[in-house]
């Protein structure tokens, strides 16, 4: 599929997206250069996306837009699919959040630029789809109807949610050890890991 035709199916995915406004940033000698293709606020938040062939490449000035962003507070990503795209917004605003405060507190200590980005995003994702596994848990109950004879089963969110959440300590590891061992200033208090407990104790609770 062409870039042109890309950019289009995922224009039509997020228009059906509610609380989501976006446009297509067509550049040219009036418009800023690098400029992702795709600008959009996201229930209030700012994100934009570089779309791209399976094959294409960022260019440097389209992976400097991606850095300012991020800088800025808010999201850039690289995607060459709808499903990409989808699979950025699932978790809704929790994954959103758990992006945003975990980049603030790694460049509060001096190591946001030593963090792959997709090691970041995918911390972020796992989170948010931790998070809605233990909400369905807490709203359906531990037990589930066998689709076919009606008999109790365990819930396919439990085992959802414990692996999630190994995924999410895995990738929470890799990202403080990079910044314990890179950190330039002390690194004491409350981490984003911590505010993410918080966030599944009130759900369970």
């Not at 224009?11 to 550049?27: S, T």
């Not at 992976?63 to 995607?79: D, P, W």
């Not at 709203?139 to 969110?157: D, N, Q, R, V, W």
């Not at 990079?178 to 369970?204: A, H, T, Y």
């Amino acid at each position: 599929m062409s870039e042109k035709n890309i950019t289009i199916a995922i224009m039509r995915y997020l228009k059906d997206i509610p609380g989501c406004f976006c446009w297509k940033e067509h550049g040219g000698i009036y418009g800023t250069s690098g400029l992702p293709d795709i600008i959009c606020c996201i229930r209030g938040r700012f994100v934009a996306f570089e779309v791209k062939t399976e094959s294409g490449r960022l260019s440097k000035l389209q992976e400097l837009a991606i850095v300012k962003i991020t800088e800025a507070g808010g999201l850039a990503y690289k995607v060459t699919s709808v499903a990409e795209v989808k699979q950025k917004d699932s978790g809704g605003t929790i994954a959103v959040e758990v992006y945003g405060k975990t980049w603030h507190w790694l460049k509060e200590r001096g190591c946001a630029h030593l963090i792959p980005p997709q090691v970041l995003e995918n911390y972020a994702q796992t989170v948010g789809r931790w998070v809605q596994c233990e909400e369905a848990i807490s709203a359906y109950g531990f037990l589930s109807k066998h689709p076919t004879t009606g008999a109790p089963i365990p819930s396919p969110f439990v085992s959802m949610s414990q692996s999630f959440m190994k995924q999410a300590n895995n990738l929470w590891f890799q990202i403080y050890q990079i910044m314990r061992e890179n950190c330039s200033s002390p690194f004491e208090g409350k981490s984003p890991q911590d505010d993410v407990m918080e966030r599944l104790l009130s759900v369970k609770g």
